[in-house]
């Protein structure tokens, strides 16, 4: 796998809300760090944490692949989504630190637009570690 063929299975999984397909790009013990000092390791984890996909609807993933190596690279990824539920709307506030979206329960939920940058890097054939940084806020109207 290069970085072109999981950047290809990256969308795919983040399209289709597919936690299987997301776990199936990484190694047995493959690691995806989301945040700097978060880290899922191993597929069950992986799968796991990709379960909150389900949470977003009407999704698009578009990436450029910026620099590649024989064993890995970086790319830019921008995703927007809509917040299908509460659920997620509030893991979001959570992780942003902030809510910076003014509204009160029941009341419309955003389109979310995220936009980073993802550094990988493969071993026998598949994701051996994924490192991503980035930031999300509320689409504007």
């Known amino acids: 796998m290069n970085l072109e063929q999981f ?3 990256y969308k795919s999984a983040w399209e289709q809300r597919d936690d299987s397909m997301f776990a199936a790009l990484f190694a ?3 690691e995806y760090r989301n945040t700097p000092f978060a880290v899922q390791r191993g597929r069950a984890q992986l799968a796991e944490y990709w379960r909150r996909v389900k949470l977003q609807e009407d999704v698009h993933v578009t990436y450029e692949v910026l620099a590649t ?11 927007t989504y809509q917040v299908a ?3 997620l709307f509030q893991i979001w506030a959570r992780s ?3 809510n910076l979206v003014a509204r009160k ?5 955003p389109r979310m637009v995220l936009d980073g940058v ?3 890097e493969f071993e026998g054939g598949l994701c051996k570690t994924c490192q991503i940084w980035w930031h999300a ?5």
């Open 137 to 141: 806020m509320p689409q504007a109207s």
């Open 85 to 87: 539920s509460e659920e």
């Open 118 to 120: 993802l550094k990988a």
């Open 105 to 109: 329960l029941g009341e419309p939920l």
């Open 96 to 98: 942003a630190g902030t």
């Open 7 to 9: 950047m290809q299975g």
């Open 28 to 30: 047995a013990e493959g």
């Open 69 to 79: 190596t024989s064993a890995g690279g970086i790319a830019h990824w921008h995703v």
